[in-house]
């Protein structure tokens, strides 16, 4: 069997569903390679800075490793802006989207807010509301990614920045897209987890 049997969901059988399942299974364990590859194509993306989309991620997750985040928040860095491609006008919600089933609730909802936040910086100069972050105030996560926007996100346009290649972040991206899709123990629901290890940090940047 290469295909189910139906034209119609409503007409598959048991052994249709079974079969689905098992392709879809198969499918999705693929699922960090083709973010991986759509990385690549975030150079072909959004122009005018003087790094590409690229570079500005790379630089972003390597802002990260080096201050010492954990898995989570290294490849949420790495991924926040992959939506640029398909989702300009909403790119950290379609990123959040991709991450929400594999990394910490924190993570997610940092990422899928980052857009507002990073307004701060130059929504005043272009007719826009640099407040609209405020709108977040008193959220458990509103400290994080102020945060992340400050540190990782709007200073990662340096193209003199030296940041670590696609390959180096790839076992991590990996790791995260192998657990078990919306597992409580991986979710954490409430739980946060720092951006910055200092005692991390300094091993790393030994």
């Known amino acids: 069997m290469d ?4 034209t ?6 048991r ?3 079974e079969f689905l399942t098992r392709h879809e299974i198969e499918y999705a364990s693929k699922t960090a390679a083709r973010l991986l590859d759509a ?9 005018g800075y003087q ?3 690229l570079g500005h991620s790379l630089q972003s997750a390597t802002r990260a490793w080096r201050d010492g985040a954990d898995t989570d928040w290294l490849v949420s860095a790495l ?11 909403n ?12 990394v910490r609730e924190q993570c997610a909802w940092v990422v899928e807010k980052h857009g507002d936040f990073q307004k701060l910086y130059y929504a005043h100069l272009v007719g826009g509301d640099p407040h609209a972050r405020d709108a977040y105030k008193g959220h458990a996560y509103y400290e994080d990614c102020a945060t992340f926007c400050e540190r990782w996100d709007q200073a990662s346009f340096d193209p003199d920045y030296p940041h670590e290649s696609i390959d180096f972040f790839r076992p991590l991206v990996e790791e995260v897209f192998a657990r078990k899709a919306y597992d409580p123990a ?10 910055v290890d200092p005692t991390v940090a300094e091993g790393r940047n030994a």
């Open 51 to 53: 790094v590409t989309r």
């Open 3 to 6: 295909k189910v049997k139906f």
């Open 186 to 195: 991986v979710i954490r629901a409430g739980e946060r987890v720092a951006l």
């Open 15 to 17: 052994e249709d569903y």
């Open 91 to 102: 790119h950290d919600e379609y990123a959040a989207a991709i991450l929400k089933p594999f």
């Open 39 to 47: 990385m690549v194509d975030l150079d072909e993306s959004l122009s």
């Open 79 to 89: 991924l926040h802006d992959i939506g640029d491609i398909y989702a300009p006008y």
């Open 8 to 13: 119609a969901m409503k007409d598959g059988d």
